[in-house]
């Protein structure tokens, strides 16, 4: 045993000590805090700073050893801490770190310079720009001048204790970086450059680009000038670049101040200086520099954007020529400007650049030595505060470049690592100029593919700076992961967080003292730093993250002692009445305040927008919740609104009153985390009391139960104890003067407080145990005070309690509202919501005084209060009105008052109404009003009331009980049905009503058999009225008879338009068609006559009654959607674009009378509807349909414009593609449809809601109906064509437009996009237009890359369309076909679909697409050979070797000739134009040549060599085809010279060796002739004999043979009209040419006797004329020509009938091979009449004018040759006559109209009745010749067959005329029925032989259609439209049929329409079709008859 202690206390006293000791320590401890916190955490103040706490692995600067740390090596003073000892560290120098080595050095952390050792952190990078002996300029930081120095020192940190400056403690300290021996040595030596940029040091250049002399423009703005005059010129200039001469280099004026140049400038004849500063394009440049030079130097040396956009404006430079060359350049030399510059000036994508070995520009740049430059940029660029340039957009979300792996799978910083470049490595880390802030730049893939390479790398310092680098991210990752937390993120989510994971173990509280020193070294920071705010603290309290927060408050509790800011949650009048509220709208916004942490701890975090719209609709809610809902199903308020806010979530409501009242009835977010942090922080500061109010007024009820759990509160004390009520008394607006009452306890005082604050959860919970509080305090209750402060939920919550009738039967005793309830408080205050209610709740409405709410709200002085008094005193008297008002009415029946005095009274009281009676509470006809009911008045007044007054009172109430509210009024839900007894009256019985009460208009119509199926509902079935009303009254019947005659007519009016509509559709007879409109119209009016305005309030009557109008909806559409009619692209109508109405299937069918008939008596057309009509006729080709609206007669009146009509026949038309209907149109409509769509574009752009997005729709779709190249288009896409006429191969309508320079390509293709967004869902129409859309460029050779925007946007709807359609195989493939396509044509496909592409599942489009797009960039890379430089021989072989094809085309659909060019290649440009034959005029996707690709892209070279080239190509040709044709010419004249001579040696010799003897004998008998007979020869006067062998000719030829005139019918026809309308034309030229007199009187004494002579002794006729025939073209002379010519027409006439001959009456025409005579018309007139004998008659010929008199007679002698021709030698009609063939009698001549060749229209003119020419009525009779006679006359039936023109309509006319006159006197069923296959026709006719009713003109198909309606039981099962013609059978059927080659189509459809089913074989079989057997046999059909081959 050892010796027992001698010291006192022995263990006892030892702990005590050392506890002792620990309290000291504790309080020291708090001392040095409360110090700290004091100076605000200032790190600065040194002398009061708590010292800084270092860890293990931290970064420091230290000075310690002096023989280890040489200021020369910065590495032998900066390390890493690497044991901490107390107040001591134990460093490892990085030296030691590169070495290998193990040497550190022992560093007190508590000194401070000038003590030897010391020890401060290190935030720097850890390399520098520049290297030791590099020369450079440092900035004075004194007079901004720039000093020339050279580097001696890196981090010369002994520089700090040289200038006095404190060590530095965070990374927002300066640490000097270089120190510099100046060039020029003063009294310092040395500067020292605190930073390590361009602001503070900059490289000074050792080579310049220009010399002294050279003459140099330089930047105005960027220029130094020497003198004040200088600078102001320069600043004043208004060029931006002046230009100057250099007159010194490398200027340094004593060392002081440097400059790159000095320049002299002229202004005004004065010289001028100034200085430059920097050595580069964007300060100076040569004044005759290269454009294309400068720009790749100022890439080469980083300028700004500015420059780069300034050289490529003021130069013109194309860029995106060049653009690969300018990114190359941009990425060898790391410049970040340029490659923002190409990416958005120029829209070049660095994204998409990949070399061959996968690299991304970052890889590129990673292994360029300028990729520090531009990482530093770029990091500078990412900041959120750099704004000032342009940025580079390179993030892309789905592929972000940084991550992006190349061929060896490396990152672009493995490369980095991998080059060793470590400057580059560490600019890229860097927390002041890198990326280390960057969250995305740098993600953890990435960093452990880095590691792994560093780790190779087996570089020190690559390792010590990326292992800094890691511990930098983690402490800011943590610190990024709390301050970016949601709000609503739970703290135990939040710490799931893999980043947070150290805060979960045991040493959290080491980690959270790191990460808040790590928070106050940097956020101080200027630069990229993102932790410059307290908000992450702020959070921390505010929603509640109670552990973290204890973390770092334990570690540094000053980072939360600062100023709060939340929103407040205190009421603001949003749940008081609208028109009280006194709140600013915008005030819940700014309510923000600025609170401690404690109460930052009760507030907490709270943003509401609210939006005061749906008030209403939240009052009605809580309405229904306490005057409707049951407590068991809907047991308190919360429950109702989490109902509420579930059904508005359901119908996509938004109801923010109801989401902010029920988050009011709970507990807010994290209220569990900020009340552990509330007792935390209470426990902390036990001085510190909460105020009671304060969590009241701001709604956190959760307070007040923590007060009252932690005995803070004693609710059941006195409130005038309670220090925090007392003191804020006064706010309380329930106490009289702020004065508590004495007997008032905590509890009360607060639910009253509550009430004041809209605070129903506290109310509730402090009233959860006792109740609330019934006393009255200081005049008022609690529902009296919830009435005053107008809180509906309150009042709500109050009537559900115990104490409710305690509150209510109390009165107010408070001034002002003595005697008083909470009703009339609420309407005094102008609470209405709160009066209404209570009185709900059925509070008592009368005071203590008897007064009412109504009475309080009077005297209101708000005019909405007194609004509602009137109202409410207006409703209360209603009930008395309508007493009054019965009274009355029953006093004027029992008087028998007149019938139109009582209706008068009905109506104007209403007594009889029911919306009055459900007004005063009577919701049923049997409820009583002051013990009357609505049956008992209807009753007694139909009991003592006159006849008519009971029957209109009986009829208005019957026929206004359909409403909903009226059906439950008489007790009815549904009185159409039988389920409600109502009893239906069939035909039958109708008819036996209407006989029974002599309604013969009601039987006749009703016996109809349109009628068979109408019913009835029996009046007396259907409800209570006529019982009610009559009771059993023998009135009834009569009541009862005219409902049901009302009813009656109604239903013929229902039934009527049904079956107008049926027929309609079906196409039925017009005469059908007409009596049921008879009969519509007539049962309206009798509707409308015998009610009147007893029907006003029946919507079934309203809805059946009224006029027929065109139906604009079939219901029973009958055409499917792949009917040609559903395929077009109709006009748009008022109704919608369904296009069912009856107007479509008239048009499509074709029904031209029935459509006439509509468009003549039925209402409801307008304008759109016309134009669909004309359109779907043109279309379909119904000519009477198009005619009957282009040329209305005035039957009807359209609503359309004439010209839209044209415009929608033509746009029909060329959508059926008849191109040739098109050809004839003089001119055709041009829409401006791009124009158009821009117009819609603009006027909707930048809204985007549903309803703009229909309204733009509409438009769209209306620019697509109105425009003929859509329309075409759609044809050929719909396939809606004759493949005879035109099909997707020859497109010839297409071309017809294009041709006619109608539309352009551009248009065309913008009409093809529209066409795409028609149905834009479809697959299959996409494919559709995609296959057009290929048509049309092959046909039209339309060239896409001309045309990039369009084809963009076509592209773009094509990928959308075929995006996930991948079960449509076929389409998708072909679609990617298209594609492909397009790529290899040079267009670019890399843009398209991008969005889609983008977010769109992966699938067999877009793998087959993206496979394109690598397809088509491969082939782009294959141009990298020249755009790289290389070598002529290279480029040669690389296109032999087929890599690449001179066809080829670049990106921009360039060719190897535009890029050679582009690159200045004239080498290559040589060998491609000259040896492989390239185009220079080949053009681009810009339509630019080679020459224009030089010059834009600046290239001088070759813009100089193709100059050359092509002026010495035009040299070359011009003179070889100047010499070609020269000798051409001398060739031919030659060779004619030579043929000339032969021939004529040749033909003198043949005619001498074949006429010699003939010609000597002829000759001799000449001479002896002469001798013989001269003498007598010479005594003749005349010979009349022919001498011209011409006439001789023509006088034998009697006869042309060989031409068969059949075959020219059609030739001859277009001949003869286009000669008739140039005759007409001209005769319609102008006015009418009058010959002067002189020429007229000299014409006359001319005299000609041969023609005299001959005209004498050839006119073999009587001088007077009995009558006389005139032609159908002097007949339309004298109808529409002047009425002066007539009269003078009638006196020639007569004159020439009387025998008068003169020159001017009878003159013969001079040429004529006929006798042709004129005659003047007028003396002063040059009009002729040309007439001629024609055997024993006159025939007028033409009147016309002088100048066409010649052209006439060659018509006329042209006519009557082709006459001649047409009859038979005499020999030939003598044998025929002979055989029998022919008649005995000769027939006359038939003379030829001289416009055509078909008979000529002659009309006979009687002497006697010539002067009634004259006249406006006058028609002539036309002549008949012999043969049309005897047909005319002809008994019985008569068959003429004829061809086109021969007479037949004038010989049918003349018919039907014959027949009036001889029959119709003689039989009284005389009819008359005209057929034919034009309604043109048969309105010709009709107009020829005029109107009468017993003569009928009909169409062919109106026929069949009139018959089919007539015959029983006949049903149209077959509509026009469906009619097959050759055209249709070539396209639907023989086209797809196995033998189509073998039997043409032609032989396939006669033998079908011939002998299949046109044969007399055919018919017998009983379904009319040959059988086959009996077709193939010979013996049926006959051998000689066409049939198909058997064995086909």
């Given at each position: 045993m050892g010796k027992k202690s001698k010291k006192k206390g022995g263990a006892a006293n030892k702990a005590a000590r050392k506890e002792k000791l620990q309290e000291r320590r ?42 280890y740390c040489d200021m020369h090596n910065p590495n032998t003073y900066r390390g890493v801490v690497h044991a901490v000892d107390g107040d001591f560290v134990e460093i490892k120098p990085l030296q030691s770190l590169i070495d290998g ?111 002294v002399g050279d003459n140099v423009t330089f930047n105005s703005m960027r220029a130094r000038g020497n003198t004040a005059a200088a600078v102001n010129h320069l600043r004043r200039s208004a060029a931006a670049w002046t230009n100057g001469k250099i007159i010194l280099v490398d200027v340094c004026e004593e060392g002081l101040d440097y400059a790159v140049y000095e320049c002299s400038f002229k202004v005004a004849a004065k010289k001028y200086s100034c200085l430059i500063n920097d050595d580069d394009d964007e300060h100076i440049a040569l004044v005759d520099a290269e454009p294309r030079e400068r720009l790749i130097e100022a890439i080469e040396q980083d300028c700004s954007c500015d420059h780069f956009m300034h050289l490529a404006s003021h130069f013109n430079i194309d860029v995106t020529t060049i653009q690969d060359l300018l990114m190359t350049k941009a990425i060898e030399f790391g410049s970040y400007n340029a490659m923002a510059w190409l990416q958005h000036d120029c829209s070049v994508d660095v994204r998409v650049v990949r070399d061959k070995d996968g690299n991304n520009f970052l890889h590129m740049i990673a292994n360029s030595p300028f990729a520090s430059r531009f990482i530093r940029k770029l990091a500078e660029m990412s900041d959120f505060r750099a704004h000032g340039d342009v940025k580079l957009d390179i993030d892309d979300f789905h592929n972000p470049p940084f991550k992006e792996l190349n061929n060896n799978g490396e990152v672009w910083l493995q490369s980095l690592v991998r080059r060793g470049d470590v400057k580059a490595l560490d600019a890229a880390f860097s927390p002041h100029s890198g990326l280390a802030w960057s969250t995305h730049f740098l993600y953890s893939g990435v960093l452990e593919l880095l590691a792994a390479s560093v780790k190779e790398s087996n570089n020190r310092m690559m390792q010590y700076i990326f292992d800094a680098f890691v511990s930098f991210r983690n402490i800011y990752q943590q610190f990024h992961a709390i301050s970016m937390a949601f709000d609503k993120t739970s703290e135990e989510v939040l710490l799931q967080d893999e980043r947070l994971a150290v805060f979960r173990g045991e040493d959290a509280e080491d980690r959270a003292k790191l990460m808040i020193r790590f928070y106050r070294d940097w956020k101080d920071r200027s630069g990229p730093s993102r932790i410059c705010s307290d908000s992450t603290f702020h959070d921390l309290v505010h929603n509640g993250r109670f552990r973290l927060f204890q973390l770092l408050y334990e570690a540094d509790r000053g980072l939360f002692e600062i100023d709060y800011r939340a929103q407040s949650n205190e009421d603001h009048q949003q749940f008081i009445q609208e028109e009280l509220r006194t709140s600013a709208k915008n005030e819940l916004a700014t309510g923000v305040l600025t609170i401690d942490i404690f109460n930052a701890c009760v507030l907490g975090q709270y943003y509401l927008d609210l939006e005061y719209d749906g008030f209403n609709h939240y009052v009605s809610g809580i309405f229904r919740h306490f005057l409707h809902c049951d407590a068991v199903n809907c047991p308190s308020l919360h429950h109702h609104l989490s109902r509420e806010i579930e059904t508005s979530s359901r119908l996509s409501i938004v109801d923010d009153y109801f989401s902010y009242r029920l988050r009011l009835l709970e507990d807010g977010d994290h209220v569990k985390g900020r009340q552990n942090i509330l007792d935390y922080l209470l426990l902390k500061h036990k001085d510190?009391?909460?105020g009671v109010l304060f969590p009241l007024r701001h709604r956190q009820c959760w307070v007040l139960r923590f007060m009252v759990d932690k005995k803070y509160l004693d609710l059941e004390g006195l409130a005038v104890k309670e220090n925090n009520l007392v003191q804020d008394a006064s706010t309380l607006s329930f106490l009289n003067f702020g004065q508590i009452p004495p007997n008032m306890t905590v509890r009360c005082c607060l639910s009253f407080a509550a009430v004041q604050y809209d605070d129903l959860q506290s109310l509730e919970w402090l009233c959860e145990s006792f109740g609330a509080p019934s006393d009255l305090i200081d005049g008022w209750n609690l529902l009296h005070y919830s009435a005053y402060m107008g809180r509906i939920e309150i009042i709500g919550w109050l009537s559900t309690q115990p104490v409710w009738n305690a509150l209510v039967s109390k009165a107010s005793s408070r001034k002002n509202f003595g ?24 509070v008592p409405l009368e005071d203590e005084k008897g007064h009412l709410p109504e009475d309080y709200a009077k005297n209101s002085q708000h005019e909405f209060v007194r609004t509602w008094a009137a109202n409410r005193t207006a409703n209360r008297t209603k009930p008395q009105a309508l007493l009054k008002a019965l009274v009355e009415f029953l006093r004027l029946v029992q008087e028998r008052k007149s019938v139109s005095e009582v209706k008068d009274f009905i109506i104007s009281s209403r007594c009889l109404e029911i919306d009055t009676w459900r007004k005063c509470d009577c919701f049923s006809f049997d409820e009583k009003l002051a013990g009357v009911t609505f049956r008992d008045a209807l009753h007694f007044c139909c009991e003592h009331a006159d006849f008519e007054i009971v029957k209109w009172i009986c009829v208005r109430h019957y026929f206004s009980s359909g409403s909903f509210i009226a059906q439950k009024f008489w007790g009815r839900d549904d009185w159409s ?73 109604a239903n013929i009016v229902d039934v009527s338009k ?30 409308a006559a015998e009610a009147g305005d007893m029907l006003t309030n029946d919507y079934h009557l309203h809805y059946v009654l009224g006029s027929f109008e065109m139906p604009k909806y079939v219901h029973e559409w009958q055409y499917s959607k792949s009917h040609s009619v559903s395929k077009l692209l109709l006009y748009e109508e008022e109704y919608g674009c369904d296009h069912h109405g009856a107007h479509i299937v008239l048009a499509t069918e074709g029904y031209t009378e029935l459509l006439r008939f509509c468009l003549s008596n039925i209402k409801g057309w307008n304008a759109a509807m016309e134009l669909n009509v004309i359109r779907i006729a043109s279309f379909f080709g119904h000519a009477s349909i198009v005619e009957m609206l282009l040329s209305p007669d005035g039957a009807f009146t359209l609503h359309s414009a004439e010209k839209d009509r044209h415009n929608a026949a033509i746009v029909g038309a060329g959508e059926a593609l008849r ?95 529209l066409l795409l967004e028609k149905e834009y869902f479809s697959i299959e129409w996409t494919a559709c237009i995609v296959d057009l859309l290929q048509s049309v460029m092959d046909a039209l050779r339309l060239t896409p890359i001309f045309h990039p925007d369009r084809m963009q946007e076509i592209c773009n709807k094509v990928i959308r369309a075929a995006m996930g359609k991948d079960k449509e195989a076929g389409a998708v493939k072909f679609i990617l076909g298209f594609f492909e396509k397009l790529a290899s044509d040079g267009v670019d496909i890399q843009r398209m679909g991008e969005v889609d592409l983008r977010y769109s599942e992966q699938g067999d489009f877009k793998m087959g697409f993206i496979n394109l797009q690598q397809k088509q960039l491969s082939d782009w890379s294959r141009f990298d050979i020249v755009k790289k430089g290389g070598s002529l021989a290279d480029v040669q072989a690389f296109i032999k070797d087929g890599n690449l094809t ?24 040589v060998w491609l134009v000259v040896s492989e034959g390239m185009d220079l005029n080949a053009l681009d996707a810009q339509h630019r040549t080679t020459l224009d690709v030089a010059k834009a892209s600046k290239a001088s070279s070759a813009t100089k060599w193709i100059v050359e080239w092509k002026a010495k190509t035009i040299i070359g040709s011009f003179l070889r085809r100047s010499y070609y044709h020269t000798m051409h010419r001398r060739r031919l004249q030659q060779s004619n010279d030579a043929a000339t001579l032969i021939q004529s040696v040749i033909r003198a010799y043949a005619i001498r060796k074949i006429f010699a003897n003939v010609l000597v004998r002829r000759l001799e008998e000449s001479q002896h002739f002469a001798s013989v007979w001269g003498r007598a020869i010479a005594s003749l006067d005349d010979v009349s004999s022919s001498t011209c062998w011409a006439d001789i000719r023509e006088q034998l030829i009697d006869i042309k043979v060989g031409l068969d005139d059949e075959m020219l019918d059609d030739t001859d026809q277009r001949l003869s009209k286009a000669m008739e309308e140039a005759v007409q034309e001209e005769s319609n030229e102008g006015n009418d040419e009058f010959v002067p007199d002189e020429m007229i009187e000299f014409e006359e004494l001319v005299s000609d006797d041969d023609v005299a002579n001959e005209a004498a002794h050839k006119l073999d006729i009587s001088t007077q004329w009995l009558s006389f025939q005139m032609t159908s073209h002097v007949v339309k002379f004298l109808q529409q020509g002047d009425k002066k010519y007539r009269s003078f027409f009638v006196r020639r006439m007569r004159q020439l009938a009387l025998g008068e001959r003169s020159r001017i009456l009878q003159k013969p025409l001079k040429g004529s091979k006929t006798l042709i005579y004129e005659t003047y018309l007028e003396q002063k007139s040059g009009h002729r009449i040309l007439w001629t004998q024609e055997n024993s008659s006159i025939v007028i010929w033409y009147v016309a004018k002088h100048k066409q008199v010649s052209r006439l007679m060659q018509l006329i002698d042209d006519s009557k040759s082709r006459s001649a021709r047409q009859h038979m030698p005499d020999s030939l009609v003598n044998e025929l006559q002979s055989e029998g063939l022919l008649p005995q009698n000769k027939s006359k001549e038939v003379l030829l109209d001289i416009f055509g060749n078909v008979p000529l229209k002659v009309y006979d003119v009687n002497f006697n009745t010539i002067n009634e020419i004259t006249k406006e009525s006058w028609t002539p009779q036309l002549h008949l010749t012999d043969e049309e006679r005897d047909i005319v006359e002809a008994d019985g039936t008569v068959l003429v067959l004829g061809r086109s023109g021969t007479g037949k309509t004038v010989t049918i006319t003349q018919r039907l005329e014959f027949d009036r006159q001889t029959e119709a006197a003689q039989d009284p069923s005389f009819t008359q029925l005209f057929v034919a296959r034009s309604m043109r026709l048969c309105r010709y006719v009709e107009g020829a032989v005029g109107e009468d009713n017993r003569t009928s003109f009909l169409t062919y198909a109106r026929l069949l259609n009139d018959i089919e309606s007539i015959l029983p039981g006949s049903t149209r099962n077959f509509n026009p439209s469906q009619r097959i013609d050759f055209g249709r059978f070539k396209r639907d059927f023989h086209h797809h049929s196995s033998f189509n080659e073998k039997v043409s189509a032609l032989i396939s459809w006669t033998v079908i329409r011939t002998f299949l089913k046109g044969s007399i074989q055919a018919f017998q079989p009983p379904d009319g079709i040959l059988p086959l057997d009996e077709f193939l046999e010979v013996e049926k059909l006959g051998k000689n008859r066409c049939r198909v081959p058997a064995e086909l």
């Open positions: 504790e309080q020291q401890l708090e001392q040095l805090d409360h110090q700290y916190y004091s100076d605000g955490g200032n790190n600065e103040l040194v002398d009061n700073r708590r010292d800084r706490e270092y860890f293990v692995g931290d970064r420091v600067w230290f000075m310690g050893d002096e023989s080595g193990n040497y550190t050095e022992r560093i007190p952390t508590k000194t401070k310079p000038p003590d030897k050792k010391y020890v401060f952190p290190d935030f720097c990078d850890m390399t520098l720009r520049f290297d030791i002996g590099d020369k450079v300029v440092c900035n004075s930081s004194a007079d901004d001048r720039w000093i020339p120095a050279s580097v001696s020192t890196f981090w010369p940190i002994d520089e700090i204790e040289k200038q006095g400056f404190p060590l530095p403690s965070s990374a927002g300290d300066q640490v000097p970086h270089y120190r510099c021996d100046k060039l020029f040595i003063d009294d310092y030596p040395c500067i020292a450059s605190p930073n390590d940029d361009d602001f503070d040091i900059r490289r000074r250049p050792t080579s310049f680009r220009f010399k510190v009391r909460l005697g008083a309830f909470a009703v009339h408080i609420a309407a005094s205050c102008g609470h209405l919501h709160a009066c209404d209610l209570l009185i709900g709740l059925n049905t039988d389920r409600n007894g109502s009893k239906r009256l069939s035909r039958d019985d109708l008819v036996s009503f209407a006989k029974e009460r002599g309604y013969d208009d009601l039987v006749d119509q009703l016996q109809l058999e349109w009628f068979k199926d109408i019913s009835c509902v029996d009046p007396l079935t259907r409800n209570s009225i006529l019982e009610s009303a009559l009771g059993n009254d023998e009135r009834l019947v009569n009541v009862r008879a005219a409902i049901l005659r009302i009813d009656i007519l049904s079956t107008m509509q049926d027929i309609l559709n079906r196409g039925g007879s017009v005469d059908e068609l007409g009596v049921l409109l008879r009969i519509n119209a007539e049962s309206n009016d009798a509707v191109y040739r209907d098109l050809e004839c149109l003089a001119t055709m409509p041009k829409d401006s449809i791009i124009e158009k769509g821009s117009d819609i574009k603009r006027r909707f752009e930048g809204n985007d809601s549903e309803d703009v997005w229909v309204k733009r729709a509409v438009c769209v779709r209306r620019i697509m109906s109105e425009s003929l190249i859509v329309a075409v288009l759609n044809g050929y896409a719909r396939e809606l064509f004759d493949s005879d006429m035109d099909n997707k191969t020859t497109l010839k309508t297409l071309r017809l437009l294009v041709d006619n320079r109608i539309y352009t390509y551009d248009e065309i293709l913008y009409a093809m996009k001179v066809d080829s085309r670049d990106q921009g659909g360039i060719l190897l000739t535009h890029l050679s060019a582009a690159y200045d290649r004239v080498d290559l440009l």
